[in-house]
C-alpha cells in the first residue's frame, strides 16, 4: 500500500509540474487521469500491479 501511495503523489506531483510548466495542458491531463482510473478498474489492473511490484523489487534489490 505504501508503495503504490508513493507512486500516484510522484505522479501527481510529475503532473502539476507538467501543466504549470506548459508541457502538458489541462484536457490531455484530464483524458490521462480518466485513463488510468478506468484502467484501474480492468481485469489488466492485476497484471500491471504485478509488472510494477516486480520492477520495484528489481530495484530495491540492487547493491550499490
Known amino acids: 500500500?505504501?508503495?503504490s501511495l508513493s507512486v500516484v503523489l510522484l505522479l501527481a506531483i510529475i503532473l502539476v509540474v507538467l501543466i504549470r510548466g506548459g508541457n502538458l495542458k489541462a484536457?490531455?491531463?484530464v483524458v490521462a487521469v480518466l485513463?488510468?482510473?478506468?484502467?484501474?478498474s480492468t481485469g489488466m489492473a492485476d497484471?500491471?500491479?504485478?509488472?510494477l511490484d516486480s520492477i520495484t523489487n528489481t530495484v530495491g534489490s540492487i547493491k550499490f
Open 27 to 29: 484536457g490531455p491531463a
Open 35 to 40: 485513463f488510468g482510473f478506468f484502467l484501474a
Open 47 to 51: 497484471d500491471i500491479q504485478r509488472f
Open 1 to 3: 500500500m505504501a508503495i
